[in-house]
T-cell receptor, first 113, second 115 residues
Framework: KQEVTQIPAALSVPEGENLVLNCSFT??????LQWFRQDPGKGLTSLLL???SQREQTSGRLNASLDKSSGRSTLYIAASQPGDSATYLC????????????WGLGTSLAVNP | DAGVIQSPRHEVTEMGQEVTLRCKPI?????LFWYRQTMMRGLELLIY????????DSGMPEDRFSAKMPNASFSTLKIQPSEPRDSAVYFC?????????????FGEGSRLTVL
């Protein structure tokens, strides 16, 4: 059974710092892994989707990597800004799981000015 | 595009009352998902539809919960009777027709409080 874990649960950094958010999954048979952002009181916004055949995806200051053999994905945020403060969730779509995403509980990020 | 639209945004009700949550997916999307989010359990998939047909409802907690999708542009999630433990944020999400990419577009959620 797939389980997704995100560590740390919360992170506070000063503005301008480069940071890494971690996501671990137990079953490497995945179709893709996705990173989402959730602002307080809002829905989730898809940031990056990495297919199982890919190693990384980039969008602006964000870079997500995928290592299926070790069951890990990381989200790298360069030159963090206060506007990056949010909860970041990762979710794995299992092979054969009929489009059911398995979610981590998220990392709550605070970027302090 | 207006995105996924959910209503109501907030609902406060008393135990035993019926609650109906509504969702309008993005036009052209053929998959629709209902999620529940709580602090303790995070995001849980309740049910999802593909081309208006329920595919997996194994996440629906019990018979008090029901969901319908009468057409491609509308879905409801009903709780009857509601209980305090149903208090949560309920999200609707839709996905375009693309095999196994799984990219989801979320609404802003309906925050339910059952007293």
């Amino acid at each position: 059974k797939q389980e997704v874990t995100q560590i740390p649960a919360a992170l506070s950094v000063p503005e301008g710092e480069n940071l890494v958010l971690n996501c671990s999954f137990t079953d490497s048979a995945i179709y893709n892994l996705q990173w989402f952002r959730q602002d307080p009181g809002k829905g989730l916004t898809s940031l990056l989707l990495i297919q199982s055949s890919q190693r990384e995806q980039t969008s602006g200051r964000l870079n997500a990597s995928l290592d299926k053999s070790s069951g890990r994905s990381t989200l790298y945020i360069a030159a963090s800004q206060p506007g990056d403060s949010a909860t970041y969730l990762c979710a794995a779509l299992n092979a054969g799981n009929n489009r059911k995403l398995i979610w981590g509980l998220g990392t709550s990020l605070a970027v302090n000015p | 595009d207006a995105g996924v639209i959910q209503s109501p945004r907030h609902e406060v009700t008393e135990m035993g009352q019926e609650v109906t949550l509504r969702c309008k997916p993005i036009s052209g999307h053929n998959s629709l998902f209902w999620y529940r989010q709580t602090m303790m359990r995070g995001l849980e998939l309740l049910i999802y539809f593909n081309n208006n047909v329920p595919i997996d409802d194994s996440g629906m907690p019990e018979d008090r919960f029901s969901a319908k999708m009468p057409n491609a542009s509308f879905s409801t999630l009903k709780i009857q009777p509601s209980e305090p433990r149903d208090s949560a944020v309920y999200f609707c999400a839709s996905s375009p027709p693309a095999v196994n990419t799984g990219e989801l577009f979320f609404g802003e959620g309906s925050r339910l409080t059952v007293l």
